[in-house]
C-alpha cells in the first residue's frame, strides 16, 4: 500500500517538476532570449526538414570517385590497413553517420577551404571546442565532402581518448593517430595533412563563459613545422562551443576516472545524461591562408612563442569572422 | 673432419627450442658449421654430428666448451620465459647466464654474440608511437615487473658496445615470432577461443619463425653491430589475425579480464599472467627500417603464413618435453 502510495507521490512531483519546467520555458519565450531561440530553432527544423526532403547524401558515383582518389596514395597493405591502422573500408562503413552528422545535425558551413593544399605536407591547426572532439570529425568530413579534390586528415588524438574501449578503434580505423610528435614527423613527412588542436584537452573542456577565448597554445606543432617544412593552415570552428553547455569542470571526479577533464552540464538536470549529447547548433568551419615559418625547431621557446602566436592570432582572427557572421547559434 | 683445415665453430644456447633448431638446420646444414648447442632440456631428432651439452650455462662446464674450441659466434637464445618459474630463478637465469656468455666471450676472443631479446622489452603503453624505434625506452616492465630480467638482459648486452668495443654484440628484437615456438601469441592463436578485449583491436606485427631465423643469420654477419628491432609483415588488426588462424575470438570486458586471467592462470587453463592482456589492448608495433637497410634483411612470409605456421601441430610430435618457451 505504502509502496503505491510512494510511487504516486513520485509521479505527481514529475508532473509539478514538469508544470515549472513550462512555466520557465513559457516565460522564456516571452522574453527576447526566450523568442530568439525560439525563432532559431523552427528556422533550423525547417532547414532540417528542407535536408531531409531534397536529401543530403552523396551521390554514389561521386562518393565512389572520392574513395577511390584517396586510395590512391595510401600505403595499405594486402588487408587494406596502413602502419597506423587506418582503414578505407572502415571509413566507408561508419561514413553515413559522418555525413548525417555533417550536413543533418550541424548543418555544416564552410569558408575558404581552398586554402587546404592540393597534395603535399600540411599542418592544419584549429581551435579546439565543444566537451567532446566532433570539431576534429567535421573538420575532416568537410575535406572530403566539400573539397575537390578530397583530402584525408589524419589527427592527432589525446592518449586518452585513443585508449578508450570502441572511441580508441574508431579513431584509429578511421585514420587518426595518437598525438606523439613521432607519429606527427613521420605522417608529413609522407606528406599527408596533419591536424593538431594545440590547445589540446584544456582547448575542448572550456567552460560556457569562456567560449572563445583560446587556451594556450603548446609549441610542439610550431617546432615539427619547422622540421619538417610543413605549411601551416589556420583553422576556426564556429559554433561548437554552444553544442554542450558546461558550467565548470569537475576536477576531482577527472582524477577519478582518469580523464582530462569531466564537464558540469546544467541542462543534466532536465536531461540526464543526454545533456552530453551535442545540441544541433550550426557550425561554420573558416580555413584561412597558408602561412609559412622558416628557422630552427629548436630554437628557444621565447623565439617559438612568437611564431605560435602569429598563428594564434590567425585563428582568433577567422574566430571574430565566424562570429560577427552569424546570426546565431542554430542557424 | 680432417678434410678440413679450420672449422667454423658456433655455439648455440637454448638450442632445443623450436628457434635454435631451425637455426641449427640452417647453420648446420646449409653452412656446413659445427654447432655446439646448450640446452637443459632434451634435443630432439638432433643431427648426429652437432654436439649437445645438456648444462647450465651458470654451471662451470660450460666454460669448458669455449676453452677446447675456438668459438666464432654465440648465438644467444636460451633465456627463459617461463612465467611458472620462479622469480629468483628467471632473473638468475637470465641475467647471470647472459653475464657468462659475455665473459665467455671476452675470455676466449670470440668475435661475436648475438642475443635474441624481444619486443616486449618496448612494453604495451596507451602512448606508445606507431613505429617504436631502437632508441624507444624499455618500458615493458612498467605494468608487467615479471619482464624486468628480460630488459636487464637487453640492457646488459648494450653495456658490452662500450666495455668491449671489439666484440660485435648484436641485439635482435623481434615481434611476435609466430611458428612452432611456443611463445604467448603462438599459443594466443592457438587457443580454442583466443580472447579478446571488447572494443579493442590494436595493431599487431607478427614475424614467420623462418624469417626470424634468417634475421639471426643476417646478424651474424662479421661487421654488424648494435641493437635491430626485426619486423616481419605490416602491421595487421588482432582481429584480423584471430580470423586469419580460423578461430572465433572471445569478447572480454577489460576491466573483469584481469581477474579472468588470473584465476584462469591459477587454475592452469592458460599459461600467459594476466599482465599480458595488455598485448591484446594497447599496439606495439616497431620500426624495422634499420634492419632492412643496415642488413639488407627482408621477409619472405606474410601474416597469413606466418599464422598458418602457427596453427600447424604436427611439429610438435614428440617435443612435449620442451616446456619452457623461448621468446
Given at each position: ?9 513520485t ?45 543530403y547524401r ?17 600505403n ?46 600540411v ?41 578508450l574501449?570502441?572511441?580508441?578503434t ?117 580555413y ?17 612563442a612568437?611564431?605560435?602566436a ?9 574566430i ?12 | 673432419?680432417?678434410?678440413r ?42 643431427p ?41 630463478e ?39 608511437p ?86 639471426i643469420?643476417?646478424?651474424a ?6 641493437v ?29 579480464a ?37 642488413l639488407?634483411?627482408?621477409?619472405r612470409?606474410?601474416?597469413r ?22 621468446a
Amino acid at each position: 500500500m505504502s509502496k503505491q502510495q510512494g510511487r504516486a507521490g513520485t509521479f505527481e512531483r514529475i508532473a509539478d517538476a514538469a508544470r515549472d519546467q513550462l512555466a520557465v520555458a513559457r516565460q522564456a519565450r516571452e522574453s527576447g532570449v526566450g523568442r530568439q531561440l525560439w525563432t532559431e530553432l523552427t528556422e533550423a527544423a525547417g532547414d532540417f526538414r528542407g535536408l531531409l526532403r531534397d536529401g543530403y547524401r552523396m551521390d554514389e558515383d561521386e562518393l565512389e570517385r572520392r574513395v577511390a582518389h584517396l586510395l590512391g596514395n595510401k600505403n595499405l597493405n594486402e588487408y587494406g590497413v596502413d602502419p597506423f591502422g587506418f582503414s578505407p573500408e572502415y571509413v566507408r562503413k561508419v561514413f553515413p553517420v559522418v555525413e548525417a552528422m555533417y550536413r543533418l545535425w550541424y548543418r555544416t558551413e564552410v569558408h575558404g577551404i581552398e586554402n587546404v593544399p592540393n597534395d603535399g605536407r600540411v599542418l592544419l591547426i584549429a581551435n579546439h571546442s565543444g566537451q567532446l572532439p566532433f570539431d576534429g570529425a567535421v573538420i575532416g568530413a568537410s575535406l572530403l565532402l566539400d573539397r575537390d579534390p578530397p583530402r584525408m586528415i589524419r589527427s592527432m588524438v589525446e592518449k586518452f581518448a585513443t585508449a578508450l574501449p570502441f572511441f580508441g578503434t574508431f579513431c584509429v580505423r578511421c585514420g587518426q593517430v595518437t598525438g606523439l610528435p613521432d607519429n606527427c614527423r613521420r605522417l608529413l613527412d609522407a606528406e599527408e595533412s596533419v591536424l593538431v588542436f594545440p590547445e589540446g584537452a584544456a582547448g575542448i573542456s572550456k567552460p560556457f563563459s569562456q567560449r572563445y577565448k583560446l587556451a594556450r597554445f603548446g609549441h610542439g606543432f610550431m617546432r615539427l613545422a619547422l622540421e619538417t617544412g610543413s605549411p601551416i593552415v589556420p583553422i576556426a570552428v564556429v559554433g561548437a562551443e554552444e553544442q554542450i553547455i558546461n558550467l565548470g569542470n569537475a576536477a576531482w571526479l577527472a582524477k577519478l576516472v582518469g580523464a582530462p577533464s569531466v564537464p558540469i552540464p546544467p541542462l543534466a538536470l532536465l536531461l540526464g545524461p543526454a545533456a552530453m549529447l551535442p545540441m544541433p547548433v550550426k557550425l561554420r568551419i573558416y580555413y584561412g591562408e597558408p602561412m609559412t615559418f622558416e628557422g630552427d625547431p629548436n630554437d628557444d621557446d621565447a623565439v617559438i612563442a612568437q611564431k605560435v602566436a602569429e598563428v594564434r592570432r590567425a585563428i582568433e582572427g577567422l574566430i571574430e569572422r565566424g562570429l560577427r557572421e552569424r546570426r546565431g547559434y542554430f542557424i | 673432419m680432417a678434410r678440413r683445415k679450420r672449422e667454423r665453430v658456433v655455439v648455440i644456447t637454448g638450442i632445443a627450442g623450436r628457434l635454435g633448431q631451425l637455426l641449427t638446420r640452417r647453420l648446420h646444414r646449409e653452412e656446413g658449421v659445427k654447432v655446439i648447442g646448450i640446452d637443459r632440456r632434451h634435443f630432439h631428432r638432433r643431427p648426429k654430428d652437432v654436439e649437445h651439452h645438456r648444462i647450465d650455462i651458470r654451471r662451470k662446464a660450460t666454460e669448458d666448451i669455449f676453452r677446447t674450441h675456438r668459438v666464432e659466434t654465440i648465438y644467444h637464445l636460451g633465456l627463459m620465459h617461463d612465467p611458472r618459474q620462479g622469480q629468483g630463478e628467471h632473473f638468475s637465469w637470465n641475467v647471470v647466464g647472459t653475464q657468462r656468455i659475455f665473459e665467455f666471450a671476452q675470455r676466449y676472443n670470440v668475435p661475436k654474440v648475438v642475443l635474441v631479446s624481444s619486443a616486449d622489452v618496448y612494453g604495451p603503453q596507451s602512448d606508445n608511437p606507431a613505429f617504436l624505434s631502437e632508441d624507444s625506452p624499455l618500458l615493458g616492465a612498467q605494468r608487467f615487473p615479471q619482464i624486468r630480467d628480460l630488459i636487464s638482459v637487453d640492457m646488459l648486452a648494450q653495456s658490452y658496445f662500450w666495455k668491449v668495443p671489439e666484440l660485435e654484440t648484436v641485439v635482435l628484437r623481434p615481434v611476435h615470432i609466430l611458428g612452432g615456438v611456443k611463445n604467448a601469441m603462438s599459443n594466443y592463436l592457438r587457443m580454442a577461443r583466443p580472447p579478446m578485449l571488447f572494443g579493442f583491436d590494436p595493431m599487431m606485427q607478427v614475424l614467420h619463425e623462418e624469417d626470424m631465423a634468417s634475421a639471426i643469420v643476417a646478424a651474424a654477419l662479421p661487421g654488424v653491430r648494435g641493437v635491430f628491432n626485426v619486423v616481419g609483415p605490416d602491421a595487421v588488426p588482432l582481429s584480423k589475425l584471430v580470423e586469419l588462424s580460423g578461430r572465433r575470438p572471445i569478447q572480454l570486458l577489460h576491466p573483469i579480464a584481469p581477474a579472468i586471467a588470473r584465476q584462469a592462470f591459477a587454475l592452469r587453463l592458460i599459461d600467459a599472467p594476466s599482465a599480458e592482456l595488455d598485448w591484446l589492448r594497447y599496439a606495439v608495433t616497431l620500426d624495422g627500417s634499420r634492419i632492412r637497410g643496415l642488413l639488407g634483411y627482408a621477409h619472405r612470409y606474410n601474416a597469413r603464413d606466418a599464422v598458418a605456421a602457427a596453427m600447424r601441430t604436427d611439429i610438435f610430435e614428440g617435443a612435449a618435453e620442451a616446456a619452457s618457451s623461448h621468446a
